[in-house]
């Protein structure tokens, strides 16, 4: 069994940064895939980033990339996400994931077992 915990969401504005961060409970975390979605109102969960088991390689959507980077310290449990140049468009609640145990897949939600209760961002302009 897995809890994740995430913090640092907030209200900020247009081209501001802000850095999550997801506590994961348990001895596994070093053997998950660790992934960041997002939801907003109306509209599906999409795919941010993910990150591997190590740390060493890392994944993000178009639609972030130059701008969000993953990175995890497995001594600490946690994975984060810098977010800057942050836009109006990125506002959502924000969920952590932690993929299957063993396993290298990330982009979809089926591919993540364990979830967070996930942190509002919220960006103005």
């Known amino acids: 069994q897995v809890q994740l915990v995430e913090s640092g969401g907030g209200l900020v504005q247009a081209g501001g940064s802000l850095r999550l961060s997801c506590a994961a409970s348990?001895?596994?975390?070093?053997?998950?895939?660790m992934g960041w979605f997002r939801q907003a109102p109306g509209k599906e969960r999409e795919f941010v980033a993910a990150?591997?088991?190590?740390?060493?390689?890392?994944y993000s959507a178009d639609s972030v990339q130059g701008r969000f980077t993953i990175s995890r310290d497995n001594a600490k449990n946690t994975v984060y996400l810098q977010m800057n140049s942050l836009k109006p468009e990125d506002t959502a609640l924000y969920y952590c994931?932690?993929?299957?145990?063993?396993?290298?897949?990330?982009?979809?939600?089926?591919?993540?077992?364990?979830w967070g209760q996930g942190t509002q961002v919220t960006v103005s302009s």
């Open positions: 994931a932690a993929g299957a145990y063993g396993s290298n897949s990330y982009l979809r939600p089926y591919d993540y077992d364990y």
């Open positions: 348990g001895r596994t975390f070093s053997s998950r895939v």
């Open positions: 990150i591997g088991r190590s740390g060493g390689t890392t």
